[in-house]
C-alpha cells in the first residue's frame, strides 16, 4: 500500500497543490523525459532528500501548460508495500480521478494525449473529455472540463460496495454536510456517484464501479450529447455549488 494518497496543507484560499501519477517503474522515466524534451516542456527531477522527505523513490514535476495544474511523476519507496491500513466506517479503495477545469480544455486533451500517453474514453459534447492514463484500465484517471479559468472541478474516491455509498449519503447529511449532486449513475463510466463539499467548499466524490478498458483492442471512445441524462442516467439534480471553488495553485518549476 502506497505510504499515502493525499496530502493536506494549510493555506487560503482553498485549492489544489498538485496532482501524483504513479509510473510503472524506474525506467519510464527516460521515455517521460524524452516526451516532454521533444515538445518542450520544463521539467523538473526532485532531489533526493525531498523524495526522502516525501516517502518516494523518484520524482519529475512539471505543469500542464492549459490548466495550469503542476504534476508529478513518481515511483513510490521500496518499503511503501510494508504499511497497512484499516477502514473504518468507508472502504476506499484508491483515489479514483481528479477533473481539472480551463478555458484551454481542447489543448489540454491534446497535452495529455500526445506528450502524457493518456487515451481518451468518451466525451460529453465539447463540455468534458474523460481520459486514463495508459495501460491503466479504469474509464479515467483524468477529466477535463471547460471553464472560464484554470480550477479544481473534483476529486473522486472509489469505493468497494455500493452500500458504502448509501451509508455515505446519510452520514454526510447528519453531520450537515451539503449534498451537490446524487446518488446517480454515469452513463460513461457506468459508475454510481455521489458529491459532496468539504468544509473548504471543494467537491468531493464517492463512486462504486466504473468501466474497465482492455489493453489492446479497447473500444473507441463515445462523444454523447451535452444533456444531463449524459451526466447521471437516474436524474439528480445538480447543485450549481458544485465544482464551483478551488482554483489550482502551481508549484514553481525551477
Known amino acids: 500500500m502506497d505510504a499515502y494518497s493525499v496530502v493536506l496543507h494549510e493555506k487560503a484560499p482553498a485549492g489544489l497543490k498538485c496532482v501524483g501519477l504513479m509510473l510503472e517503474d524506474a525506467s519510464q522515466f527516460e ?12 521539467y523538473k527531477e526532485l532531489s533526493a532528500s525531498e523524495c526522502k522527505l516525501r516517502q518516494i523513490a523518484r520524482a519529475t514535476r512539471i505543469t500542464e501548460p492549459n490548466t495550469q495544474a503542476t504534476l508529478e511523476f513518481y515511483i513510490p519507496a521500496d518499503d511503501a508495500s510494508d504499511r497497512t491500513f484499516q477502514p473504518t466506517h468507508t472502504r476506499i479503495q484508491r483515489l479514483g480521478h481528479i477533473v481539472l477545469g480551463t478555458q484551454r480544455s481542447s489543448e489540454a486533451v491534446v497535452f495529455f494525449r500526445d506528450v502524457l500517453n493518456f487515451r481518451v474514453s468518451d466525451s460529453i459534447g465539447e463540455t468534458v473529455t474523460f481520459m486514463r492514463p495508459y495501460p491503466n484500465p479504469f474509464h479515467h484517471g483524468i477529466g477535463v472540463v471547460c471553464s472560464g479559468h ?5 476529486v473522486n474516491f472509489m469505493v468497494t460496495e455500493i452500500d458504502d455509498i448509501g451509508r455515505a449519503l446519510h452520514r454526510l447529511r447528519a453531520q450537515g454536510a451539503a449534498i451537490v449532486h446524487g446518488p446517480g449513475r454515469h ?26 478498458f482492455l489493453e489492446i483492442h479497447a473500444r473507441e471512445p463515445r462523444v454523447l450529447p451535452a444533456a444531463p441524462e449524459s451526466i447521471d442516467s437516474w436524474g439528480a439534480t445538480r ?13 514553481t518549476i525551477a
Open 31 to 42: 521515455a517521460l523525459h524524452v516526451q516532454l524534451r521533444e515538445h518542450g516542456t520544463a
Open 150 to 154: 484554470p480550477m479544481l472541478h473534483h
Open 187 to 212: 452513463p460513461t463510466s457506468g459508475s454510481v456517484f455521489l458529491y459532496f463539499l468539504d468544509p473548504d467548499g471543494i467537491t468531493l466524490e464517492y463512486s462504486f464501479g466504473m468501466e474497465e
Open 239 to 251: 447543485d450549481p455549488r458544485m465544482g464551483s471553488v478551488g482554483e489550482i495553485e502551481v508549484a
